[in-house]
């Protein structure tokens, strides 16, 4: 394997609060924006079409790696919130693909690896598959039907899109997913609701009381998932600066 130089990470961010883990970002252009170490970041909003734009813009100003950064939930039933997911491979079934195909994207080896190294023994860490998904995976029962066809660890529903820009410029791809409901988790409907809802309304959440248990259960994970991710942020930090040795 060739070790080579990767200049400029960009890296995607679903959410704004997993974009600000990384800490406080300058404008750059457009909504490109500019982290302390050099790296650029886009947020880009929930979905794979928004993901794919975000990769291209960052491409477009400069990026010459791609991370994808953010949560997910967790398909294996071991992987407890807060958990790092680093996958090998992201996998996903676009709408159009036959309905047993799966497409899959590597991890750049190298670059990994050396992610790998700097979490080892200070934070929780997965390897494996990472599955993005086009549309939410709410139900408990619904992940585990998706980890027994994939044996994915985890579900997003961006990585794969910011992937498969990568693979089309042949630029390094990484991904790092901080776990936050995990396989036993149900999210209530009031939350699907309102993410679903134009500016993500929050009204449907006050509307149903019986939902509150599991919105405050999965509020204290969210706590606890976006503390894990800016634990992340900062051991990770040489990796996002794009050291020597990740390569292809």
Not at 172 to 190: G, I, K, M
Request: with cysteine; aromatic share 4%; glycine share 8%.
């Amino acid at each position: 394997m060739r070790a080579t130089r990767v200049i400029g990470t960009g890296i995607v961010a679903a959410l704004a609060f997993e974009a600000r883990s990384l800490g406080p970002a300058r404008r750059a252009a457009r909504a490109v924006a500019r982290l302390a170490d050099g790296s650029l970041i886009r947020t880009s909003g929930i979905g794979a079409d928004n993901a794919a734009r975000a990769a291209r813009e960052l491409i477009d100003a400069g990026a010459g790696a791609l991370l994808s950064w953010g949560v997910a939930g967790a398909l294996d039933p071991a992987l407890t919130c807060g958990t790092a997911v680093v996958p090998d491979e992201v996998v996903w079934r676009p709408k159009d693909a036959d309905a047993q195909a799966l497409r899959r994207f590597p991890s750049t080896p190298a670059w990994r690896e050396l992610l790998l190294a700097e979490l080892q023994g200070r934070t929780r860490i997965a390897g494996g598959a990472l599955l993005t998904h086009v549309t939410p995976v709410a139900l408990a029962a619904s992940k585990a039907t998706l980890y027994a066809d994939t044996r994915a660890v985890a579900v997003d529903m961006e990585s794969a899109a910011v992937a498969e820009v990568a693979a089309a410029h042949a630029l390094p791809f990484l991904a790092l997913r901080v776990v936050l409901d995990t396989a036993h988790d149900s999210l209530p409907d009031s939350l699907m609701r309102a993410l679903a809802a134009p500016r993500a309304s929050w009204w449907p959440l006050v509307g149903t009381p019986s939902d509150w248990p599991g919105l405050l259960r999965l509020a204290a994970q969210y706590r606890h998932a976006r503390r894990s991710l800016r634990r992340c942020a900062h051991l990770s930090a040489i990796s996002r600066r794009s050291p020597d040795g990740a390569g292809h």
